[in-house]
């Protein structure tokens, strides 16, 4: 792909994948006037030809009509190689939390998180303290952690609006280890696919090969994480099946042949644009059929490897040698990427050409009627971090698409008035048939002030119905406790968490809880005596 000029936005959709393609649906949009004209020019009768052309009309409106999606969402994404460093204390602008309009989702991949044997055993227990510091900082904005995998130093996190929660499903994640001959996981890469309003969809965090010298390993690395990562899903069981695949991570290619003066005092004087045809990445495209798949931004930033820590300075050290001596300094170089792909769409065959009434009727998967365009609107570095030896990169996306539902699966309903000093009751329905289990389970969770941080961050929880599954639209009541309830008064709403979707695939509205009369006898809350609070 020809990188755009400064300010331009990059577009890519689902029916237009490439020139070469074509697209079906201008194909058959052009059969359908091509017959009215034929209409106009051989119906004899006025009335005939004028019912017969309305027809035709018709037609085609509703076939450009299936073309326009018909709904936007944000997505935010940044990638960072770490380099073992301890979370900062603010990433606000890192996640660009008041930019307009909001974001719908984030999607966060570092590499290099703190892996020692103790860090790692530890994390492994509970949250790592780089995703505690997303959560933090993102939950109290009414953003959930859908889902997440790490890899020792690879780390990939997916954040959504709770609105999103129930269309979200089908959630997996996988890794490849690259690694010392494939067994450790120092590189490689982690995964995660799920389907966004019936869109597949999968994020692949990477961290390749080091080193100038080695980048068609680099590649063969990649090529290798594709075809070795699978999911157990049948119409997506691998990462190219899913209509939009986000490539992204320390991709480690460097800037061949220029030398290390050329390459600052172009950074220097501004001039990106002499640096980019000796891109490895951009030259690798240029051999790779398979590479030519994924669209990348304009690379408008400086490179973002290598900085002295703490600095906007590149690296300055005197690197020693295995001897002893002194080595080169590392030529800044544009590691840290971001790139995506739509799922080409298939060319018509011999048969469907011969065949006008079946292309006229059989859209290719979907993909004419539930179109999805990515439009990346930001693809830039954030420079005032310098906790690493990398600035992370970010990239805002606009995901215009046509949804394939927007009906969640579960209905979820609190009955009457709840508070700790009686039992609650809710109800529950099942509006879709999907692989519903007894081990699916009710949360309670908050969503004022500092809101739900995960599905796992709840007040308390029931277990469904136990003794058989619900039919459809089946109404089920469930009774909690009161003392598993909140003493204090607060916003709440009820989630249907589905252990075989790894998802929450129902939300109530949000509904109050009331201060319970314990609250007070247990000095929760401070008591009014003849009008002084004590």
């Not at 450790?184 to 890469?189: L, S, V, Y």
């Not at 136990?466 to 008064?489: F, Q």
């Given at each position: 792909m020809d990188l755009l000029p400064d300010g331009s936005r990059l577009r890519s959709d689902s029916t237009s994948s490439s020139e070469s393609q074509g697209s079906r649906s201008k194909t058959i949009l052009r059969q359908r006037l091509s017959e009215l004209m034929t209409c106009i020019e051989d119906m004899s009768s006025d009335d005939e030809a004028g019912e017969e052309v309305s027809r035709t009309l018709d037609e085609a409106f509703q076939l450009c009509a299936r073309l326009l999606p018909t709904d936007a969402f944000r997505l935010h994404m940044v990638t960072w190689n770490v380099a073992t460093a301890e979370p900062l204390e603010d990433v606000a602008s890192l996640l660009q939390l008041n930019d307009q309009p909001s974001i719908d989702l984030y999607v966060i991949g570092l590499q290099e998180v703190n892996a020692t044997p103790v860090r790692f055993i530890s994390d492994l227990i509970a949250e790592d303290s780089w995703s505690h510091l997303f959560m933090d900082t993102l939950g109290p904005k009414g953003f959930v952690k859908v889902t997440s995998v790490r890899m020792q130093g690879l780390l990939l996190l997916v954040f959504a609006k709770m609105m999103h929660l129930p269309f979200i499903r089908n959630?997996?994640?996988?890794?490849?280890?690259?690694?010392?001959?494939?067994?450790?996981?120092?590189?490689?890469?982690?995964?995660?696919?799920?389907?966004?309003?019936?869109?597949?969809?999968?994020?692949?965090?990477?961290?390749?090969?080091?080193h100038m010298h080695n980048a068609l390993q680099r590649v063969d690395e990649f090529e290798y994480i594709l075809e070795t990562q699978d999911f157990d899903i049948f119409d997506t069981p691998h990462v190219l099946d899913h209509k939009v695949v986000f490539w992204f991570g320390d991709l480690n290619f460097r800037i061949e042949d220029h030398g290390l003066h050329f390459v600052r005092s172009s950074i220097n004087g501004g001039r990106l644009n002499l640096l980019w045809s000796k891109d490895q990445l951009i030259m690798m495209k240029k051999k790779e059929p398979f590479l030519q798949e994924f669209d990348e931004g304009p690379l408008n930033f400086k490179p973002t490897y290598k900085f002295d820590r703490k600095a906007d300075s590149y690296d300055s050290s005197s690197a020693k040698t295995w001897f002893g001596f002194n080595g080169k300094k590392?030529?800044?170089?544009?590691?840290?990427?971001?790139?995506?792909?739509?799922?080409?769409?298939?060319?018509?065959?011999?048969?469907?050409?011969?065949?006008?009434?079946?292309?006229?009727?059989?859209?290719?998967?979907?993909?004419?009627?539930?179109?999805?365009?990515?439009?990346?609107?930001?693809?830039?570095?954030?420079?005032?971090?310098?906790?690493?030896?990398?600035?992370?990169?970010?990239?805002?996306?606009?995901?215009?698409?046509?949804?394939?539902?927007?009906?969640?699966?579960?209905?979820?309903?609190?009955?009457?008035?709840?508070?700790?000093?009686?039992?609650?009751?809710?109800?529950?329905?099942?509006?879709?048939?999907?692989?519903?289990?007894?081990?699916?389970?009710?949360?309670?969770?908050?969503?004022?002030?500092?809101?739900?941080?995960?599905?796992?961050?709840?007040?308390?929880?029931?277990?469904?119905?136990?003794?058989?599954?619900?039919?459809?639209?089946?109404?089920?009541?469930?009774?909690?406790?009161?003392?598993?309830?909140?003493?204090?008064?607060?916003?709440?709403?009820?989630?249907?968490?589905?252990?075989?979707?790894?998802?929450?695939?129902?939300?109530?509205?949000?509904?109050?809880?009331?201060?319970?009369?314990?609250?007070?006898?247990?000095?929760?809350?401070?008591?009014?005596?003849?009008?002084?609070?004590?």
């Open positions: 959630i997996q994640t996988t890794y490849t280890r690259t690694g010392i001959f494939g067994y450790w996981g120092n590189k490689g890469a982690v995964s995660v696919r799920f389907s966004f309003y019936g869109h597949m969809m999968c994020f692949l965090n990477c961290h390749l090969a080091a590392r030529k800044p170089a544009w590691t840290d990427r971001i790139l995506w792909r739509i799922k080409p769409k298939s060319l018509p065959s011999e048969e469907d050409d011969d065949d006008d009434e079946k292309a006229s009727t059989s859209p290719d998967d979907g993909q004419e009627e539930y179109p999805i365009m990515v439009t990346q609107n930001t693809y830039t570095s954030v420079m005032s971090y310098g906790v690493s030896d990398h600035k992370p990169v970010i990239g805002n996306f606009t995901l215009e698409l046509r949804k394939y539902f927007d009906t969640q699966l579960v209905d979820l309903t609190p009955v009457g008035e709840w508070s700790a000093d009686q039992n609650a009751l809710l109800t529950y329905t099942i509006l879709e048939d999907f692989m519903s289990s007894t081990w699916d389970w009710i949360g309670l969770y908050k969503v004022c002030k500092v809101g739900f941080k995960s599905a796992s961050d709840y007040e308390t929880f029931v277990w469904v119905r136990e003794n058989e599954l619900p039919e459809v639209n089946e109404v089920i009541e469930k009774s909690v406790v009161k003392d598993d309830l909140p003493l204090l008064s607060g916003e709440y709403v009820l989630g249907y968490y589905s252990t075989n979707l790894n998802s929450i695939v129902g939300l109530s509205d949000n509904f109050q809880i009331l201060e319970s009369k314990r609250a007070a006898m247990e000095g929760l809350v401070s008591k009014d005596i003849n009008g002084i609070d004590k």
